[in-house]
């Protein structure tokens, strides 16, 4: 049955074809020439299922992979399953004409934990990039976060005093700011919220503003100074190659079966293991027994462009909501790159149904009330088996140094409570 096999080197090789919302747009191959670690033609009927792994860790992204490193370290024997076809999940990034691809979304470390720091450039060497963005608005490009640049773009401002002025002038007073809109307008006011936030937020999250709860703009910083990188971290960057290296780094004492369901042989599955770290979808999961989790997804289409640079910046946003991507990314930006050839990638929100996999998660009121549900029933001992983490079984928005914290924190419980040695 197909849902056995792991992946193989032919599967490797096969073209991926590149889609924007299920239009073919060209075609890349996975790059599948230095996976030592996952070319295994074995199927799960092959292996020997009655406890021989210390750690069953499902799914392959980053809070696995740190998992499965720390706990290799530690002499621990890990079986990894992994339901798709390549290793990083939504870190994942891929070589193409010398140009390191993002495949799902740009991914820009940052950090101000020098103990998360210092741990992932064991495994790369990270390059001097501080992330910034602009906003083409119909054709006029504005500085991004918004910032002292951005104001003086909008209305002529100088000065921080005379920013901060307007910015009090504008802003509506006495709004209820528990939704992303009240929030949004009680800091900038109507004329910035519609130009730069409703669209843009509208599109990516697939509903109203005012449905959605303020901590999804709270990302993003209001500047009066001409500061216009997008984190305040201490610690960025990126690690020159890409994040697949670094997996790939991570499960190198480990056994990684990629293209395997894990809860469709679930029972089997975890028999072959002391312990299982559950990284999948909380909700399905529990067989979804207090209904579906939402979360929002992407689809992408990638674009080989014979030009050396298009856009002069790794990421434009698009806030308007005639067009129907969100925002555009160049690629070589993120490693400074000279190539005579640039690839980009459109970003087309879309709901899990017809995009690439949970992205997500959406923290409304009835999400998290439900999210909350699943994760008080994952405490029952009855599950003592099992160690829920990650963005899609924490149902959390993490960013990678989030996700990283967060397993060495799972780690370390585990270390403790079995005195692993
Ligand atoms: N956002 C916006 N306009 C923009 C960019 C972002 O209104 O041009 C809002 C939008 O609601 C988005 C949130 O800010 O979901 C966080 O943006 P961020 O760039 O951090 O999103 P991510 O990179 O995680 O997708």
Wanted: hydrophobic share 35%; aromatic share 12%; charged share 25%.
């Amino acid at each position: 049955m197909d849902f056995y096999r792991s992946q193989t080197p032919e599967d490797s090789k096969r073209a991926l074809p590149i889609v924007a919302c299920g239009v073919s747009r060209a075609t890349m191959p996975l790059s599948g020439t230095h996976w030592p670690v996952l070319l295994l033609s074995v199927t799960l009927r092959e292996m020997p299922t009655s406890g021989i792994y210390d750690f069953l860790i499902v799914g392959a992204g980053l809070f696995g992979a740190t998992c499965a490193y720390e706990l290799s370290a530690r002499g621990q024997n890990c079986l990894v399953i992994e339901k798709r076809r390549h290793i990083g999940g939504n870190c994942f990034t891929e070589p193409r004409d010398g140009i390191t691809i993002h495949r799902y979304g740009p991914h820009i470390f940052h950090t101000s934990d020098e103990r998360i720091w210092t741990w992932i450039r064991q495994f790369a060497t990270f390059n001097h990039y501080r992330h910034r963005a602009k906003v083409n608005l119909h054709g006029k490009i504005y500085s991004f976060p918004l910032n002292l640049a951005t104001f003086n773009e909008l209305w002529g401002i100088t000065t921080p005093n005379d920013a901060k002025a307007h910015l009090d002038s504008i802003a509506i007073p006495n709004i209820d700011v528990s939704d992303l809109e009240g929030w949004a307008l009680s800091k900038v006011g109507s004329e910035i919220y519609h130009k730069f936030i409703k669209g843009y937020t509208s599109k990516q999250w697939g509903c109203d503003p005012s449905c959605l709860p303020a901590s999804l703009i709270k990302r993003l910083p209001i500047r009066l100074s001409y500061d216009d990188s997008y984190f305040v971290d201490p610690y960025q960057g990126i690690p020159i190659g890409g994040y697949t290296p670094i997996i790939e780094k991570l499960f190198a004492r480990c056994r990684v079966l990629t293209n395997v369901d894990y809860l469709r042989s679930k029972s089997e599955l975890d028999r072959s293991a002391r312990h299982v770290i559950y990284t999948g979808p909380l909700d399905a999961f529990h067989e979804f027994r207090f209904g579906k989790l939402d979360y929002r997804s992407l689809c992408f289409s990638h674009e080989l462009l014979e030009t050396n640079d298009f856009q002069g910046i790794a990421q434009m946003n698009y806030p308007s909501q005639s067009i129907p991507y969100t925002r555009i990314i160049e690629h070589k930006h993120f490693e400074f790159g000279c190539q005579p050839v640039t690839w980009i990638s459109k970003e087309y929100p879309a709901s899990l149904k017809d995009g690439e996999g949970e992205m997500y998660p959406i923290p409304d009121k009835d999400n998290m009330e439900r999210a909350n549900k699943y994760k008080e029933r994952s405490k029952d001992s009855y599950f003592r088996k099992y160690s829920f983490g990650g963005r899609l079984a924490e149902y959390r928005y993490y960013d990678m140094h989030q996700a990283i914290g967060s397993a060495l924190h799972l780690v370390k419980m585990l270390v403790s409570n079995q005195s692993l040695t």
